[in-house]
């Protein structure tokens, strides 16, 4: 049962444009969102998060977006350069007493020069 | 530097072998996590403990067996009765203003 999906597994964007990545979960009760850049052979690197009182959050060329009543969220990338190529998982944390993240399943975007 | 540092790098295992790989952390964070990456399936949660001497299982626990004597320290071992062991592993560690740190993982092949 996947609680936090990804539906689409690859993107591919011209250099310069913008980038949106999609995620959808099922449990009303996250209360934090994240997004994590990833590539092959490496841990996750943390790019840019969200509170569930919040509706956007922005760091430079990176916003995301959270839409509670549609159990969405999004990130966007603009614009978007060679070097953002990799995989991009967004995951939430379900709230309590635990920090436990759960994982989409990623979405590898590839940005063509 | 503080980080996690995981251990090795690339492991090798023959069919009904116990491995265990090594996670360490300077960060002083009460929380530690393992996940495994495969293909298509994003970052699965086996384990994970929040404090000393206290863990819990994940969604995929079966097969692997961790401790946590020390506050540094998160070893997984992987059993022989895990049926498909091929895959990345991950360590994380986590404070509890949700900010998580990874290592770089652990590629394990059975051969």
């Known amino acids: 049962d996947q609680q936090v999906k990804q539906n689409s597994p690859s993107l591919s964007v011209q250099e310069g444009r913008i980038s949106i990545l999609n995620c959808d979960y099922t449990?009303?009760?996250?209360?934090?969102f994240l997004w994590y850049k990833k590539y092959p052979a490496e841990g996750p690197t943390f790019l840019i998060s969200i509170s569930s009182i919040k509706d956007k959050n922005e760091d430079g060329r990176f916003t995301v977006f959270l839409n509670k009543s549609a159990k969405h969220l999004s990130l966007h990338i603009v614009p978007s350069q060679p070097g953002d190529s990799a995989v991009y998982f967004c995951a939430a944390i379900p709230g309590g007493a635990t920090n436990k993240l759960i994982f989409g399943t990623g979405t590898l975007l590839a940005v063509q020069p | 530097d503080g980080g996690i540092t995981q251990s090795p790098k690339y492991l090798f295992r023959k069919e009904g072998q116990n491995v265990t790989l090594s996670c360490e952390q300077n960060?002083?964070?009460?929380?530690m996590y393992w996940y495994r990456q495969d293909p298509g399936q994003g970052l699965r949660l086996i384990y994970y403990?929040?404090?000393?001497?206290?863990?819990q299982k994940g969604d995929i626990a079966e097969g692997y067996s961790v401790s946590r004597e020390k506050k540094e320290s998160f070893p997984l071992t992987v059993t022989s009765a895990q049926k498909n062991p091929t895959a990345f592993y991950l360590c994380a560690s986590s404070n509890r203003d949700y900010g998580y740190t990874f290592g770089s993982g652990t590629r394990l092949t059975v051969v």
């Open positions: 403990s929040q404090i000393v001497n206290d863990f």
């Open positions: 960060l002083n964070h009460d929380a």
């Open positions: 449990n009303s009760m996250f209360d934090y």
